[in-house]
């Protein structure tokens, strides 16, 4: 029920004019290319959290999968991924063990 509810009120979301702005900023915000960037990492989880797909978005997690050190953060990324529908490869998974 809880997850309905959530859906519900980001479909609600994503119909308001604020949210396409709110688009905007983030896109701009997740382009810079340094994967050490705390700024466009978490933009690019906020993609995620919102449920919209964008590629620098996905670029940017599946680099994290690959070099970040964090499980915490890890495991948001995979959540997200999953989000987007994205397969996860094994080189990915192996980085959970």
Do not use: W
Not at 3 to 24: G, I, P, T, W
């Amino acid at each position: 029920m809880h997850s309905f509810r959530m859906y519900a009120s980001l479909h609600s979301l994503q119909n308001m004019s604020s949210f396409e702005e709110l688009v905007r900023v983030l896109e701009q915000l997740c382009k810079p290319l340094d994967n050490a960037d705390l700024v466009s990492f978490e933009a690019a989880i906020a993609f995620g959290k919102i449920c919209v797909k964008n590629a620098h978005a996905v670029e940017k997690m599946l680099s994290y999968l690959n070099t970040g050190d964090d499980t915490h953060k890890k495991a948001v990324v995979r959540s997200c991924l999953l989000v987007f529908n994205q397969s996860i490869d094994r080189n990915a998974l192996r980085s959970f063990e």
